[in-house]
């Protein structure tokens, strides 16, 4: 099972590899505000587990396993973030925050369903993708 602490890594992974290309692990420390210490020690337990490949000194890569949990997260996350924005009108200066906090807690048959009321969004509110 899944730590919120280890979703959200895998999800900054996601965001940096589609908005860089690359993902560096200093990015990932600057994205999620942590120490490079803390993002060394998650990215040696995330490689242990299967889900990245990271050699020293070079970039960090998703394994096919690691890449679609990560693009699951960022749907779900993505998802929330047009629910909250479409159908409970909240700012859309707010719907990251808010989307953060309940993409933890959300089941998968709740994503689906959302997904189904929302009309299946191609795009968030912020004009991102959502993964299929």
Same mark, same amino acid.
């Given at each position: 099972? *899944?730590?919120?602490?280890?979703?959200?890594?895998?999800?900054?992974?996601?965001?940096? !590899? !589609?908005?860089?290309?690359?993902?560096?692990?200093?990015? +990932?420390?600057?994205?999620?505000?942590?120490?490079?210490?803390?993002?060394? !020690?998650? &990215?040696?337990?995330?490689?242990?587990?299967? *889900?990245?490949?990271?050699?020293?000194?070079?970039?960090?890569? *998703?394994?096919?396993?690691?890449?679609?949990?990560?693009?699951?997260?960022?749907?779900?996350?993505?998802?929330?973030?047009? *629910?909250?924005?479409?159908? +409970?009108?909240?700012?859309?200066?707010? &719907?990251?925050? !808010?989307?953060?906090?309940?993409?933890?807690?959300?089941?998968?048959?709740?994503?689906?369903?959302?997904?189904? +009321? +929302?009309?299946?969004?191609?795009?968030?509110?912020?004009?991102?993708?959502?993964?299929?």
């Amino acid at each position: 099972m *899944f730590t919120a602490n280890r979703e959200d890594y895998l999800r900054g992974l996601y965001i940096l !590899e !589609e908005e860089k290309g690359q993902i560096k692990s200093i990015d +990932l420390a600057h994205y999620l505000n942590v120490s490079k210490p803390s993002v060394s !020690e998650m &990215v040696h337990e995330l490689q242990k587990e299967g *889900f990245v490949l990271h050699r020293r000194y070079s970039k960090l890569q *998703f394994t096919q396993k690691g890449r679609k949990i990560a693009q699951k997260l960022t749907s779900k996350h993505r998802l929330i973030e047009s *629910f909250l924005r479409n159908m +409970l009108k909240i700012s859309p200066k707010n &719907v990251h925050h !808010e989307a953060h906090r309940l993409e933890h807690a959300f089941s998968d048959e709740s994503i689906f369903k959302m997904r189904k +009321l +929302l009309g299946n969004p191609k795009k968030d509110p912020h004009g991102k993708p959502i993964p299929q």
